[in-house]
């Protein structure tokens, strides 16, 4: 299974954007690129996926890079509440859905 | 309802104990998954169930026993375990568990926290 490498942890001010970075140089043509975030003592939730083109929906935007071996999560304006872990993950077209988390990223927002 | 639930939230239990973890879903999916997730870690995929079967254990070991006894529900059973296995149970569902023609998000419940004695 492909793997993804992401930074240990980050800081952002509130209100700034957040630019999370994932590399996935194993990536296969079919794999699509999602992001998961588990906030403290819960589950992971589903923030936004793709596969080739950019993506906007009303939590984050996706930044794929052309050659798909990296990607970016946006968070346009960080609030308090986007404080978690962030997972990015690789999931197969076919078969099984597996998902396999990668290590993520530690958000911290400054007040 | 787009709601995973999980009992119980927290749970002690000697090695010599048997007891069982609980999920519930009703959005309908036919997919559901158990993770395990020690501290600071991330979530480690075990078992996954498609249409009530098992289609992938991720050779987790015997002393851990899943069952789907219909498609909204689903167990853990828990029987002679080791103090390493004190961990976050995570179960979570999503529509399919493979190709459908939508994106098939996972909807994870808050966890069973385990302590194992």
């Known amino acids: 299974d492909a793997k993804t490498t992401q930074p240990n942890s980050m800081e952002s001010n509130e209100e700034e954007p957040v630019h999370l970075p994932c590399n996935h140089s194993t990536i296969s043509g079919t794999d699509y690129i999602h992001w998961y975030r588990q906030l403290p003592s819960q589950g992971p939730e589903y923030v936004i996926h793709?596969?080739?083109s950019n993506v906007n929906n009303r939590m984050a935007s996706l930044a794929i890079a052309e050659d798909r071996k990296s990607s970016t999560l946006i968070l346009h304006r960080a609030t308090l509440r986007d404080a978690a872990v962030y997972y990015c993950?690789?999931?197969?077209?076919?078969?099984?859905?597996?998902?396999?988390f990668g290590t993520g990223t530690r958000l911290k927002v400054l007040a | 309802d787009t709601e995973v639930t999980q009992t119980p939230k927290h749970l002690v239990m000697g090695m010599t104990n048997k007891k069982s973890l609980k999920c519930e879903q009703h959005m309908g999916h036919r997919a559901m998954y158990w993770y395990k997730q020690k501290a600071k870690k991330p979530p480690e995929l075990m078992f996954v169930?498609?249409?009530?079967?098992?289609?992938i254990n991720e050779s987790v070991p015997s002393r851990f026993s899943p069952e789907c006894p219909n498609s909204s529900l689903l167990n853990l059973h828990l029987h002679a375990l080791q103090p390493e296995d004190s961990a976050l149970y995570l179960c979570?569902?999503?529509?399919?568990?493979?190709?459908?023609?939508?994106?098939?998000?996972?909807?994870f419940g808050p966890g069973t926290r385990l302590t194992v004695l």
């Open positions: 993950i690789l999931r197969k077209a076919s078969g099984t859905y597996k998902y396999i």
């Open positions: 169930y498609s249409y009530e079967k098992l289609s």
């Open positions: 793709g596969l080739t």
């Open positions: 979570a569902s999503s529509q399919e568990t493979g190709p459908s023609g939508g994106y098939n998000e996972q909807f």
